[in-house]
């Protein structure tokens, strides 16, 4: 990628400093899909537990994750040759970004490349925290748009500690409701739960009894993962709110045996979760 421009751009709380760049590529090969499409590298929503935070290592900034962004500004002309040669399958829309986060307001390059896939016969996978993706439903089409979210938790208080400037709660869930009720494929992704604030039975009976409601389809639960770069920042965070449980934290992340229990534990409770909703065989993914 050529940086082109460097500016500071629209903002979604904080100010991020934006640059235009170019690339030559913008589908991948993904080990979640059969492909991945990044409009942008970075993310605006900033959440702490973030594991894309590792393409830092590649696309080195000054700024900590989420303050900035690269935007890839030829996105659509990129896929649109690389779309000459690849086979359709599906792509997970995105892989290490928000591609509904803020700045996609004003350029619209995911809505272009989803535009792009669907035209070509490729399934757009999309997960997001924004309800910008509701703007794109007259482009989404049954059998080749599933529309997801991610929710960690149902405490607001939480949420916002961990996921500073992503859409609320309530929002998320609204994302689910929209897109089952426009006929569209729905996923949610239960995940990473924050060990002992939001893993607990109750709290996901509940996630599980609300996704049941709404009818989402696939259901994914994932634990928090010692993925790098992310310790410093949950760390961080745990250390400052929640000092009691810095060391259960440091442990389970670290120490293999705990890890073991502690996700064979959560398994259980999330089957027990899923059972309970009556929705265990829409569970796709859980830990354990
Ligand atoms: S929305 Fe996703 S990509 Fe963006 S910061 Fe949060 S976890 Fe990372």
């Known amino acids: 990628m050529a940086a082109r421009a460097e500016k500071t751009g629209v903002t979604a709380g904080k100010r ?12 991948n090969r993904s080990s979640i899909g059969d492909y991945s499409m990044n409009c942008y590298t970075g993310c605006q929503h900033a959440c702490v537990y ?12 000054p700024e900590p994750w989420g303050e900035f962004v690269d935007v890839k500004v030829n996105a ?11 086979k359709p399958g599906g792509v997970f829309v995105s892989s290490a970004c928000d591609a509904w986060q803020p700045l996609e307001k004003k350029w619209e390059l995911t809505r272009q490349c989803c535009r792009l896939l669907i035209e070509h016969g490729f399934k757009v996978n999309a997960l997001t925290k924004s309800t910008l993706v509701l703007r794109d439903l007259d482009i989404f089409q049954p059998g080749l748009t599933r529309v997801g ?3 960690t938790t149902l405490d607001a208080r939480l949420a916002r500690l961990w996921e500073p400037a992503a859409g609320t709660i309530a929002q998320r869930w609204r994302i689910l409701e929209t897109a089952h009720e426009a006929g569209l494929e729905t996923s949610v992704m239960f995940g990473p739960l924050l060990p002992w604030l939001s893993d607990g039975q109750e ?5 599980f009894e609300r996704a049941a409601e709404i ?3 696939v259901i994914w639960v994932d634990a928090m993962n010692p993925r790098p770069r992310v310790w ?3 760390g961080q965070l745990v250390r400052r709110e929640f ?3 810095h060391e259960r934290y440091s442990r389970m992340l670290h120490h293999k045996p705990t890890r073991e229990a502690y996700l064979a534990a959560l398994g259980e409770r999330v089957r027990k979760a899923a059972r309970r909703a009556g929705v265990e065989d829409r569970l796709a993914g859980c830990p354990g």
């Open 16 to 27: 991020p400093v934006v640059r235009e760049v170019e690339c030559k590529t913008v589908l």
């Open 243 to 245: 000092p009691d449980l």
């Open 76 to 86: 659509p002309e990129a896929l649109a040759k690389q779309l000459r040669r690849a």
């Open 50 to 61: 973030c594991y894309a935070r590792f393409m830092q290592r590649f696309h080195p900034h």
């Open 203 to 207: 709290s996901l009976d509940a996630l």
């Open 149 to 151: 979210t991610t929710i």
């Open 232 to 234: 410093p920042s949950v």
């Open 215 to 217: 009818g989402v389809d």
